[in-house]
């Protein structure tokens, strides 16, 4: 008899080169809550309208910034005019909301019939008067989160590459009223003092959509090591997107935003800092520690820091210890949530994930290999593009205690008694940073805690008689 060794490094493999997942054209769900002066219209069919009416659920008390643009037969036909009828539809939108940016969402149909969105926004915005950004974000060429990182590679262009013209009097009048506004209550020593709290550094500019309190929890993590952040693609408004030259460094929150990073290296001539994403308190750890060792500066208070986090969240570490996942891909997170389950105590059966980009998570791969030997645990199987009938066979041959899976999987693997959870609700929840630690830990841990109470309460027998009948 011979021992199975472990693999060493880890093993990648692509099985059927299609997408299992989530639309992309759903980025619109968090993007025009997140930039408050934009304004989206997404370019398909009825499917298409049918999909975000129901991923997005019904605004009853206020009207969303986006809408449909329904191609019809006359336009699949190439019997209208897509210019003429753009048009219309966007000096409707300025009429009605008059926003400062408009997004063109490209679908699947528009990518089909060939419409040169590209081409015609140009023209259109000179017309209205209203910038126009074009994002592909069909299901064709992107997974499910990357609809998020072509509207911010679009963005990526019409970010300011000097600063604004000088001020006028009203401006700076305003400017310094909100300064003051933000200084209320504070001494004069303690205003100069938050200034003198920043070291001497190149300028770095963050990019990823992230809620408002998420952004505010990690500029603070970075201010206390003495890094200003110069700011955040995008902004709240797409008036204020920040400057950026060359030679600024840039650093991505999420994993999904391949495309932005390329954009920004190469056409805007950054320098991007590869390192792990902030999701969990060791991935918030490694991202705080690579901006801190490519500007030269030692980090102070991470250990302390993180040791804190890892003791308050103990009560649900404690539940999945020693206990199995299985990731069937969806969201493009897989290899950053593997790689802090990890670290809690699970072992990674498999990692399923869409599409990868290794240049891009190639510290976040380094850090769930090393953090798989510091726990004693296998390195995982890491499957793109995964089949999911052979992923569902791997499932019931290797009986994981968690599922992470799509929608559309959850509740047949319910069904066979295997507990499944959402991999969309990570996308929206708020995960990053040591302060929503717990977040995800709830989340991961809840399906656990509902079976067990469940079969404590004796309700998992009569589910499975009813099943039966």
Same mark, same amino acid.
């Given at each position: 008899?011979?021992?199975?060794?472990?693999?060493?490094a880890?093993?990648?493999?692509?099985?059927?080169?299609? =997408?299992?997942?989530?639309?992309?054209?759903?980025?619109?769900?968090? #993007? =025009? %809550?997140?930039?408050?002066?934009?304004?989206?219209?997404? *370019?398909?069919?009825?499917?298409?309208?049918?999909? $975000?009416?129901?991923?997005?659920?019904?605004?009853?008390?206020?009207?969303?910034? =986006? @809408?449909?643009?329904?191609?019809?037969?006359?336009?699949?036909?190439?019997q209208?005019?897509d /210019?003429?009828?753009?048009?219309?539809?966007?000096?409707?939108?300025?009429?009605?909301?008059?926003?400062?940016v408009?997004?063109?969402?490209?679908?699947?149909?528009?990518?089909?019939?060939? &419409?040169?969105?590209?081409?015609?926004?140009?023209? $259109?915005e000179?017309?209205?008067?209203?910038? *126009?950004?074009?994002?592909?974000?069909?299901?064709?060429? /992107?997974?499910?989160?990357?609809?998020?990182?072509?509207?911010?590679?679009?963005?990526?262009?019409?970010?300011?590459?000097?600063?604004?013209?000088?001020?006028?009097?009203?401006?700076?009048s305003?400017?310094?009223?909100?300064?003051?506004?933000?200084?209320?209550?504070?001494?004069?020593?303690?205003?100069?003092?938050?200034?003198?709290e /920043?070291?001497?550094?190149?300028?770095?500019?963050?990019?990823?959509?992230?809620?408002?309190?998420?952004?505010?929890?990690?500029? $603070?993590?970075?201010?206390?090591?003495?890094?200003?952040?110069?700011?955040? #693609?995008?902004?709240?408004?797409?008036?204020?997107?920040?400057v950026?030259?060359?030679?600024? /460094?840039? @650093?991505?929150v999420?994993?999904?935003l391949?495309? +932005?990073?390329?954009?920004?290296?190469?056409?805007?001539?950054?320098? $991007?800092?590869?390192?792990?994403?902030?999701?969990?308190?060791?991935?918030?750890?490694?991202?705080?520690?690579?901006?801190?060792?490519?500007?030269?500066?030692?980090?102070?208070g991470l250990?302390?820091?993180? @040791?804190?986090?890892?003791?308050?969240?103990?009560?649900?570490?404690?539940?999945?210890?020693?206990?199995?996942?299985?990731f069937?891909?969806?969201?493009?997170?897989?290899?950053?949530?593997?790689?802090?389950?990890?670290?809690?105590g699970?072992?990674? %059966?498999?990692?399923?994930?869409?599409?990868?980009?290794?240049?891009?998570?190639?510290?976040?791969?380094?850090?769930?290999?090393?953090?798989c030997?510091?726990?004693?645990?296998?390195?995982?199987?890491?499957?793109e593009?995964?089949?999911?009938?052979? %992923?569902?066979?791997?499932?019931?041959?290797?009986?994981?205690?968690?599922? *992470? +899976?799509?929608?559309?999987?959850?509740?047949?693997?319910?069904?066979?008694?295997?507990?499944?959870?959402?991999?969309?609700?990570? &996308?929206?929840?708020? *995960?990053?940073?040591?302060?929503?630690?717990?977040?995800?830990?709830?989340?991961?841990?809840?399906?656990?805690r509902?079976?067990?109470?469940? %079969?404590?309460?004796g309700?998992?027998?009569?589910?499975?008689?009813?099943?039966?009948?």
């Amino acid at each position: 008899m011979t021992i199975a060794q472990q693999p060493e490094a880890l093993n990648f493999e692509c099985e059927t080169g299609n =997408y299992h997942t989530f639309c992309p054209i759903s980025c619109v769900a968090w #993007l =025009y %809550q997140k930039i408050e002066d934009s304004f989206f219209l997404v *370019i398909g069919t009825k499917t298409c309208g049918y999909f $975000l009416q129901n991923a997005m659920g019904v605004m009853i008390f206020a009207e969303p910034r =986006y @809408a449909m643009a329904e191609l019809e037969e006359g336009d699949i036909s190439a019997q209208l005019n897509d /210019y003429e009828e753009l048009k219309r539809l966007c000096l409707q939108i300025k009429r009605d909301r008059n926003p400062s940016v408009i997004v063109w969402i490209g679908t699947c149909t528009t990518e089909i019939i060939k &419409t040169d969105l590209e081409g015609l926004a140009p023209k $259109l915005e000179s017309d209205i008067g209203i910038p *126009i950004v074009v994002a592909r974000a069909n299901g064709l060429d /992107y997974a499910f989160t990357q609809g998020e990182d072509t509207v911010l590679a679009a963005m990526a262009h019409r970010c300011p590459s000097v600063a604004p013209a000088a001020e006028t009097e009203t401006e700076k009048s305003d400017r310094n009223a909100i300064q003051k506004l933000l200084n209320f209550g504070k001494k004069k020593e303690e205003v100069i003092k938050d200034e003198s709290e /920043y070291v001497d550094h190149p300028p770095l500019v963050l990019f990823g959509s992230l809620p408002d309190p998420v952004v505010t929890q990690l500029t $603070l993590e970075l201010k206390k090591q003495g890094i200003r952040v110069s700011g955040w #693609l995008p902004a709240k408004r797409f008036t204020e997107l920040p400057v950026i030259e060359e030679g600024y /460094y840039v @650093a991505g929150v999420n994993p999904f935003l391949s495309r +932005t990073a390329t954009t920004l290296m190469r056409r805007r001539k950054c320098k $991007l800092i590869g390192a792990p994403f902030p999701i969990g308190p060791d991935g918030t750890r490694a991202w705080v520690e690579k901006i801190c060792s490519v500007f030269g500066i030692t980090p102070k208070g991470l250990d302390e820091r993180e @040791a804190q986090i890892w003791e308050s969240v103990e009560d649900y570490v404690k539940l999945i210890r020693g206990k199995s996942v299985f990731f069937m891909g969806d969201n493009l997170l897989e290899i950053s949530q593997a790689r802090f389950l990890v670290r809690c105590g699970m072992t990674v %059966q498999e990692i399923g994930i869409p599409y990868m980009d290794k240049r891009y998570q190639a510290a976040e791969l380094a850090l769930l290999e090393k953090t798989c030997h510091e726990m004693g645990v296998p390195l995982p199987r890491i499957v793109e593009k995964p089949d999911n009938y052979n %992923q569902l066979q791997r499932i019931y041959e290797s009986k994981p205690d968690l599922v *992470i +899976t799509g929608m559309a999987h959850a509740n047949p693997l319910e069904a066979r008694g295997i507990n499944t959870k959402w991999s969309v609700e990570f &996308t929206f929840a708020q *995960i990053h940073g040591f302060t929503n630690t717990r977040d995800i830990l709830e989340l991961v841990t809840r399906p656990l805690r509902r079976n067990t109470n469940l %079969q404590d309460m004796g309700w998992d027998k009569l589910v499975k008689e009813e099943a039966k009948i």
